[in-house]
DNA sequence: GTGTCAATTGACACAGTGTCAAGAAAGAAG
DNA sequence: CTTCTTTCTTGACACTGTGTCAATTGACAC
């Protein structure tokens, strides 16, 4: 419902009336609306195998590699957990929960962004102008979702389009050119 | 008070006590809380001499001056107008109103993004890889505000911080190296 | 037959927006 | 000094959606 509403819809009684229970059935399950959205985010990632699709990236030999295959990993996850997210997102003001379980996400998200410029710097390949702490924050801020929203979206641009233009973006950004 | 506490804590009831008038006066002169809080975003945006701060950017002589003076004026405007954006942001996701009006906001900002990629194309100057439509849609992502949050919010970055690694990215991103 | 568990129904509290009706304060005009 | 108009006030209420509570039902186990 989430996916097809992007983020709306999906109220405590949409959701009830959906699954055939009552609505306070639910509440038996899940104590708030979004304790039920975060155990569907993790629901989600647990299906999707995100351990497996990140393995390319993280078997890159080269720094370059490792921040390519990132955003490929990343453009291709996206998509898929963004229903879930955008409603998480939603309720970020209302709900200083929801906040703090998506923030989560995005650090988890965070990490992939580290090992890459870290790689990068293994490489001695960081671009001049940034330092580790100031890479990560900018590649990890670039890789959002609203931008993806904005590009996708806004934009209309595919999915080839989101991956190709952010490797090429990143690549510019971070990577030394020599 | 959206300054203040970030887009929040400016309930109409709020709003009214402050100004020392009662709740429904302000629906006399505002029909909704939306139309106030757009009324406040005109209002903010003619104190703050919108035309004069561009002037630098619009007298730039080269498409690489024209990106980084954009980027210049972006980075002091926007701080100054976050409090009510933002507080319109919030409330995009359930009112149709207030997501056209910011919509129509982040509108007259990629007006400037056009304008400082046309400029690099009159200097042959826009890098590889790029249309001019997925260019100016590329820029535009870049100055949204959900970025300048990430950045400065989260990552702690000063504006100079974040008008002077924006300018790199952008220039990297966009300009032709030679 | 009794206990337990999950579910149901229906009612209600709460926050915040927006509406409505009746009246009050204050100045302008005769 | 009255009368009209405009603006504001007070207080009540509707609506939406979340979350809570109490009483009840149905099913299954032992």
């Not at 997210?85 to 989560?104: S, Y």
């Not at 490489?123 to 990560?136: E, F, P, Q, V, Y």
Request: proline residues 2%; hydrophobic residues 45%.
């Amino acid at each position: 419902m989430l996916v097809e509403h992007g983020g709306k819809g999906a109220r405590m009684a949409d959701i009830a009336k959906e699954t055939g229970i009552s609505r306070q059935a639910l509440y038996l399950h899940f104590k708030s609306r979004t304790d039920l959205l975060v155990a569907t985010t993790l629901y989600t990632g647990d299906q999707l195998d995100v351990e497996g699709r990140l393995a390319p990236s993280r078997a890159a030999t080269s720094g370059v590699d490792r921040l390519r295959l990132y955003i490929d990993f990343w453009g291709n996850f996206l998509p898929e957990i963004y229903g879930v997210g955008k409603a998480l997102m939603m309720v970020q003001d209302t709900d200083e929960a929801a906040a703090a379980a998506w923030a989560d996400r995005m650090d988890a998200m965070r990490d992939g962004c580290r090992a890459a410029i870290d790689a990068l710097l293994a490489d001695d390949n960081l671009a001049d102008g940034w330092t580790r702490d100031k890479a990560i924050d900018a590649f990890w801020t670039m890789l959002l979702v609203p931008n993806w929203e904005a590009l996708t979206i806004d934009c209309g641009w595919s999915k080839t389009d989101y991956i190709h233009h952010m490797q090429t973006i990143a690549e510019r950004t971070f990577v030394r050119q020599s």
